[in-house]
Antibody
């Protein structure tokens, strides 16, 4: 059974960089066949895709966040990470990591982490 | 367009059928996936691809698509189906993912 677990600071000061890590168990990132995503949800709001990474390091980012986002992967630790720079209160959200199989015929996020609330405040 | 539009709220009587829709130009080219989210929980995938259900998802959930509209149908809605539902697909470029704004389903 694949499991994803987010970890990182729950409180970040404005203008600083938010850093989160997703640890994957029950499956290997380096086996390929999946995109590994970060998704966030502002309090009481909908879901927002931040970006994803392939095990090779290829990335795609939400155009609205691209200038501030970096997603990286560490296959030796079976982890992938999110860095979001120059945060403001508008970045306060629950952050999820999730997996989506690569499939020509349509796919979806089949495994999610439990989510971690990150608050941006001084 | 790089947006997916959902009705904010829908209600259904217990045991009846409800359709939740998702509209967007990119749906002419890409399938939608659908997620159920209950308060305080992570979303759960309920439909993906043409009309596929992950293991453990009841067969009362089904998906369809026509033109620029994808639909999630719950046939015989149960009290436990009360939740927020989100659609997800690719944008017109195909390289980025987008979510609909979500539909709050109330089971009466």
């Amino acid at each position: 059974q694949v499991q994803l677990q987010e970890s990182g600071p729950g409180l970040v000061k404005p203008s600083q960089t938010l850093s989160l890590t997703c640890t994957v168990s029950g499956g290997s990132i380096s086996s390929g066949g999946y995109y590994w995503s970060w998704i966030r949800q502002h309090p009481g709001k909908g879901l927002e895709w931040i970006g994803y990474i392939y095990y090779s390091g290829s990335t795609y980012y939400n155009p609205s966040l691209k200038s501030r986002v970096t997603i990286s992967v560490d296959t030796s630790k079976n982890q992938f990470s999110l860095k979001l720079s120059s945060v403001t209160a508008a970045d306060t959200a629950v952050y999820y990591c999730a997996r989506s199989p690569i499939a020509a015929a349509g796919t979806g996020f089949d495994y999610w982490g439990q989510g971690t609330l990150v608050t941006v405040s001084s | 367009s790089s947006e997916l539009t959902q009705d904010p709220a829908v209600s259904v009587a217990l045991g009846q059928t409800v359709r939740i829709t998702c509209q967007g130009d990119s749906l002419r080219s890409y399938y939608a996936s659908w997620y159920q989210q209950k308060p305080g929980q992570a979303p759960v995938l309920v439909i993906y691809g043409k009309n596929n259900r992950p293991s453990g998802i009841p067969d009362r959930f089904s998906g369809s698509s026509s033109g620029n509209t994808a639909s999630l149908t719950i046939t015989g809605a149960q009290a436990e189906d009360e939740a927020d539902y989100y659609c997800n697909s690719r944008d017109s470029s195909g390289n980025h993912l987008i979510f609909g704004g979500g539909t709050k389903l109330t089971v009466l």
